[in-house]
């Protein structure tokens, strides 16, 4: 009765993985899961694309400008000292003027119309502006050197971040096709075991390991697709364009 029961279980437990391998055949053979490789866009175009568009290092540009025109400010700052100042006048003028001869007075009285005007220049300069003056251009000319210095470490920072993410690309994408390849190959032998499992070459214990195998070998081309895809699309993000990825010969 037992070995009854063992032999009616082996010959359901065969039906089903028929069933299963009869479903998957057609997938195993569409499914060529070889991955030709892309020839991404030049490095050079995605650094260029990825520093002008990172927020950082335009802050600090922009921060040079605002030192530069500090400097600019500090050069004239010397102008707040001078003063003009003019006058004018338009109108009736009288004059008057008296003589004396010895014998008599005699005074005299005139009237004109005139214009006059007047200009003049003035220039109060503190002596700690023109101890300090020279101090203060040295300063803001340093506040400049110091800005360009950091938009370069900025920019150098950006360009070895993108070095690297651009580097993981190809590397996730060698891993792809090296799981792609992996996966392929077992689904081929899984084909040729059903075969021999169906016709009692191959014990289940066996088929059922190979297929533990192919199982993992499929989660490792999912997970190897999925890193591909993000270090993908992270640069894409960055660099603000999508990588139009041409197949290599």
Do not use: C
């Amino acid at each position: 009765m037992k070995k009854s029961f063992n032999i009616f279980l082996v010959i359901i437990l065969g039906l089903f993985i028929f069933q299963s391998a009869q479903a998957q055949t057609p997938e195993a053979e569409s499914a060529d899961s070889t991955i030709n490789e892309f020839i991404l866009p030049p490095i050079e175009a995605v650094i260029d694309s990825v520093v002008k568009r990172n927020g950082m290092v335009n802050f600090r540009n922009q921060h040079i400008e605002v030192m530069e025109s500090t400097l600019a400010s500090e050069r004239i700052y010397w102008t707040r000292n001078l003063s003009l100042q003019a006058n004018t006048r338009y109108g009736n003028l009288s004059n008057f003027a008296t003589a004396e001869d010895g014998i008599s007075n005699t005074a005299a009285l005139t009237t004109s119309i005139q214009f006059n005007y007047s200009v003049g220049v003035a220039l109060n300069f503190p002596l700690y502006d023109a101890i300090n003056r020279k101090n203060q251009l040295k300063l803001a000319k340093l506040e400049i050197d110091e800005a360009k210095s950091m938009a370069e470490f900025q920019e150098e920072e950006v360009r070895q971040r993108v070095i690297v993410l651009y580097q993981n690309i190809i590397f996730t994408q060698k891993v792809l096709q090296i799981r792609s390849s992996a996966l392929g190959d077992a689904r081929v032998n899984m084909q040729m075991i059903e075969k021999e499992f169906r016709n009692g070459i191959v014990p289940i214990s066996e088929y059922v390991r190979l297929n533990n195998i192919t199982s993992r070998l499929e989660v490792e081309y999912e997970s190897a697709m999925s890193e591909f895809i993000i270090a993908k699309r992270l640069l894409e993000d960055m660099a603000g364009f999508v990588f139009g990825l041409t197949l290599s010969n």
